[in-house]
């Protein structure tokens, strides 16, 4: 059986880390297994955790009034879900739920938190990954709301 720092480290979003921070994350690690239609999250709902998905699909999705819930992402093996345990006021921005049986490793978002602010180099690193999951998340989600609206940004006038 692999320790949760094997699990952690053989984890795309993790590669490079020092053995030390890896050691501090994986102690704030515990294995999670979802079943398809478990939500993970719910919007605004308190956010004091991520997750490494190690197996299984995860949608991504928001409430849009008078349609429902939109998927804006569908998130699989190698993917991280969730960044809203670093902004205050740590809530939710999105609902997600297990489309299939989902195994992931749930992260300690206060823990980790913790450790950013009492080492700034740390921090710096795991901030450059999450602003690299963030930015990749907000073009994922132009793209799908284009294809829902279908609305396409007019020309601009160089005249």
Known sequence: MKSMAQLLRE??????IDD???????????????TAGDYIARENAPADQFF???????????????????CLQTLGSGDVFGWSWLFPPYLWTF???A???VHAIQL????????CEADPEFGYVLMKRF???VTDRLRATRVQLMDV???QRPPLDRG
């Open 131 to 133: 602003a690299r999951i």
């Open 149 to 151: 609206y279908g609305q």
């Open 52 to 70: 490494v998905i190690r197996d299984g699909q995860v949608a991504v999705e928001s409430y849009v009034p008078n349609h429902g819930a939109l």
């Open 11 to 16: 984890h795309p979003f993790f590669e490079g």
């Open 95 to 97: 609902d997600a739920h």
């Open 99 to 101: 489309l299939d049986e």
């Open 20 to 34: 030390e921070h890896m050691t501090f994350i994986a102690g704030c690690g515990e294995n999670r297994i979802f």
């Open 108 to 115: 300690d978002g206060k823990c980790i938190r913790d450790k």
